[in-house]
């Protein structure tokens, strides 16, 4: 850091993903946290909803009545429902969740001010955009009210706020409190993501698109509005990747200030002995399971692969996914078993039970269950995009096929009846992992897949395939860990070909050249840790300060 640069004394941070693991934007925090606690102690205040109840007790906070304590009492006569405590990730920074629900009241006039002051419109608001926004107001209103009771004057504040969610509250302290710098980052621009989760061309057409007009389009007019306005009036406008800041500039109207990647913290990632074990425990369990569902026999040289993330069967290239794999299966000669996973949420209904009392059972089985591609039921079987795909290309899971694909619908927290395991206990147990997005301004999970020695594949549309291939010089290949497929509006057919083709590939080859694939994958996560990218944070608090301080 250079000698001039602007430190801020206090850093606030609210998302709706603060101690609420629904999402990408949860990592980001949880694992940036840590770095920043290392160097501003409890000047870091992360702030979250709210959102759990004595029957759903939240299991990444816990409450310290001692923290702030006379303000926390202050805030709570004015009318303002706080709870203080820390959040259970590495660093335990202090967190401040709120109970939005007491400004749904006034929401009209919460608006109106926001029309009247920046041309906010949210008369189109549908869906999640008032939660949300409320989430965000009542944020705002904690950063003022702690401000006001607890920091000098004198002090350098900073206020950041992540994706169109937190657009009211950081708009709100830029007008009550314009000494406080805000910082804006969009993660993924929500007009962005709807023009290709709606099958349209995003990127050969960028240059064309007006977002405003797309947002009538699509009827995204409100969620549109709120992030084009934040990113134009904060001190600091951000985003992850150089891919998505092209996308801001042509869809906001706003070039990105500082782009701010997404590092990882590996201190969770076992080594040794115990990476040794939780390897060989997440192989039987994945293994156990596919021999209970499909009756096949699948001994330790059989090829796992997988892939994860949100339900967004595009974007995320779930459909790229199940194609690769359904042509990998029609090759004669492969040598190795391959065993394909789907581990995607779905509107699950229950575990299978016939599933559970095989895997109860401790016993292997010869044969099939009915259904033998998905772990637990869901309510719109006969509409679900996995298993409708999957019916269509006549994927059957027979005992005598030697590549199959089964769907695991679930968040992998443990507890979901038939993996019962975490998803970081769960990934090491691959191979490989596959994520052929077509929309990703980062990509959280090849990077945590090559943290834990699993190399993936990707492609030129994710933020990470795009820094892989900035590390390498040139397109990222399989043994630098990261096989980076070039992926266009238009070339479909070929990134199936390329995927089922590096899968193949990677089944021939001899166990020396794997473990050489693997630790090359482990070498490059650690140049995107933490320690590596807080650097673009500084920058974006010291562009937001100075620009902060010229305005007041």
Not at 90 to 105: E, M, Q, R, T
Not at 470 to 483: A, F, I, N, R, Y
Request: aromatic residues 12%.
């Amino acid at each position: 850091m250079g000698k001039n640069i602007n430190i801020p004394d206090y850093i606030f941070e609210s998302s709706w993903e603060v101690c609420n693991k629904v999402g990408g934007i949860y990592t980001v925090l949880s694992t940036r946290a840590k770095t920043l606690q290392d160097e501003f102690m409890d000047h870091v205040i992360f702030i979250g909803p709210d959102c759990w109840s004595l029957d759903n007790v939240c299991p990444y906070f816990t409450e310290d009545t001692t923290l702030f304590s006379d303000w926390r009492i202050k805030a709570c006569k004015s009318g303002m429902k706080v709870r203080v405590g820390r959040w259970n990730v590495p660093g335990n920074p202090i967190v401040i969740l709120v109970d939005f629900s007491p400004y749904f009241k006034v929401k009209n006039e919460i608006y109106s001010n926001l029309w009247d002051y920046y041309h906010v419109d949210s008369l189109h608001a549908y869906g999640d955009y008032d939660e949300a926004s409320m989430f965000s107001y009542a944020a705002g209103k904690v950063v003022e009210s702690f401000y006001n009771d607890n920091i000098d004057k004198s002090s350098k504040v900073v206020y950041q706020g992540n994706e169109w969610m937190a657009g009211l509250g950081l708009l709100y302290i830029n007008h009550v409190l314009p000494q406080i710098a805000t910082i804006f980052t969009t993660h993924a621009t929500s007009i962005g993501r709807s023009i290709a989760g709606n099958n349209k061309p995003l990127y050969e057409y960028l240059w064309a698109y007006n977002g405003d007009q797309m947002a009538g389009e699509l009827n995204m007019q409100s969620k549109h509005s709120i992030e084009k306005q934040t990113a134009l009036y904060v001190d600091c406008f951000t985003t992850v990747s150089d891919i998505t800041a092209v996308e801001s500039r042509e869809l906001l109207d706003k070039a990105v200030d500082v782009v701010l990647p997404n590092g990882f913290d590996d201190d969770f990632v076992p080594s040794g002995a115990e990476y040794i074990r939780k390897r060989k425990n997440a192989r039987k369990r994945l293994l156990s399971i596919a021999n209970a569902l499909t009756g096949s026999e699948y001994d330790d040289d059989t090829i796992i692969v997988s892939t994860s993330g949100r339900y967004e069967f595009r974007n995320k290239g779930i459909d790229v996914f199940i194609d690769a794999i359904n042509r990998l299966g029609k090759i004669d000669n492969l040598k190795r078993k391959i065993l394909a996973f789907i581990e995607v949420p779905g509107w699950i209904s229950a575990p299978r039970e016939d599933l559970r009392e095989r895997l109860n059972s401790g016993m292997s089985f010869d044969t099939p269950l009915d259904v033998p591609n998905v772990t637990h039921w869901l309510h719109n079987m006969d509409n679900d995009n996995v298993l409708g795909m999957m019916q269509h290309l006549g994927m059957k899971n027979s005992i005598h096929d030697n590549v199959k694909l089964i769907f695991i619908p679930c968040y992998l927290t443990g507890d979901d009846g038939i993996v019962d395991m975490h998803y970081y206990d769960v990934v090491l147990g691959n191979d490989m992992c596959v994520y052929p997005s077509y929309y990703e301004p980062w990509g959280y999970t090849p990077l945590e897949a090559i943290a834990f020695k699993v190399p993936c594949i990707t492609t030129d549309l994710a933020g990470f395939g795009l820094w892989a291939n900035t590390v390498k010089g040139d397109m990222s290949k399989l043994e630098d860990g990261v096989e980076v497929v070039h992926r266009t509006d238009y070339n479909y057919d070929q990134v199936v070909n390329d995927i089922a083709d590096t899968i193949y590939r990677f089944a021939l080859l001899p166990n020396a050249d794997i473990i050489k694939i693997r630790n090359n994958a482990q070498s490059l996560s650690k140049k995107a840790l933490w320690s590596k990218f807080i650097k673009y944070y500084y920058d974006a608090y010291d562009f937001a300060l100075q620009k902060a301080s010229n305005r007041v």
